[in-house]
């Protein structure tokens, strides 16, 4: 099992930046992808993925404003944004992709303000 600690999110002005981060633990080496996900009222949608192999994923919505990165020797996949606007609010969850299936961390909140 993958045990997955979201942090960093919050209030944050629209234009401003935040970086959410998500440590992972347990069967750390099961893992070959993890991805952030946002869900407001309505369905969770893919914001970014980051693939263990190479390669990353971005929404057409986050481009050029997010970058999805990882630390190996911390077991963290951080989320940087910027230039935030409005309608990033939501409930950011990170999820880790193993060759068992997809864990989830119970999620972290963000608003902007306009």
């Known amino acids: 099992q993958v045990q997955l600690v979201e942090s960093g999110g919050g209030l944050v002005q629209a234009g401003g930046s935040l970086r959410l981060s998500c440590a992972a633990s347990?069967?750390?080496?099961?893992?070959?992808?993890m991805g952030w996900y946002r869900q407001a009222p309505g369905q969770r949608e893919l914001v970014a993925r980051i693939?263990?192999?190479?390669?990353?994923n971005y929404a057409d919505s986050v481009k050029g404003r997010a970058t999805i990165s990882r630390d190996n020797a911390k077991n963290t996949v951080y989320l940087q944004m910027n230039s935030l606007k409005p309608e990033d609010t939501a409930v950011y969850y990170c999820?880790?992709?193993?060759?068992?299936?997809?864990?989830w961390g119970q999620g972290t909140q963000v608003t902007v303000s306009s």
């Open positions: 347990g069967s750390i080496s099961s893992i070959n992808a």
């Open positions: 999820k880790a992709e193993t060759f068992r299936g997809g864990y």
């Open positions: 693939i263990f192999g190479g390669g990353t």
